[in-house]
């Protein structure tokens, strides 16, 4: 299931996209995330027969990452974003 966390203003649309069929749950992106943006728990409220932890963005998270994500967003000569790195599955994506 894909799990989007974010919204869309007049300047776009922001949204980090978790894969939860791909997470694993190991948190190795919420270690490497310097702006603590995403959160391991041991179920997943959006799917009550998952028995495996998952990693989600919290409420209040998730209508700031404009801003607490931009200064990983990647330009000319940048490494990857920390949290696209350290997901060994490739369970997480930006719109942006």
């Excluded at 607490?68 to 974003?81: E, F, G, H, I, M």
């Excluded at 997901?87 to 997480?92: D, K, L, N, P, Y």
């Amino acid at each position: 299931m894909l799990a989007n966390y974010g919204y869309q203003d007049a300047s776009g649309s922001f949204v980090i996209t978790i894969d939860t069929d791909k997470c694993n749950g190991c948190g190795a992106c919420a270690v490497a995330c310097p702006a603590d943006v995403f959160t391991v728990l041991d179920e997943d409220p959006n799917d009550p027969l998952r028995d495996e932890p998952v990693v989600v963005i919290g409420k209040e998270e998730k209508i700031r990452l404009k801003y607490t994500c931009s200064p990983c967003k990647p330009t000319t000569d940048r490494p990857p974003l920390p949290c696209l790195s350290a997901c060994e599955t490739g369970a997480i994506s930006h719109s942006w």
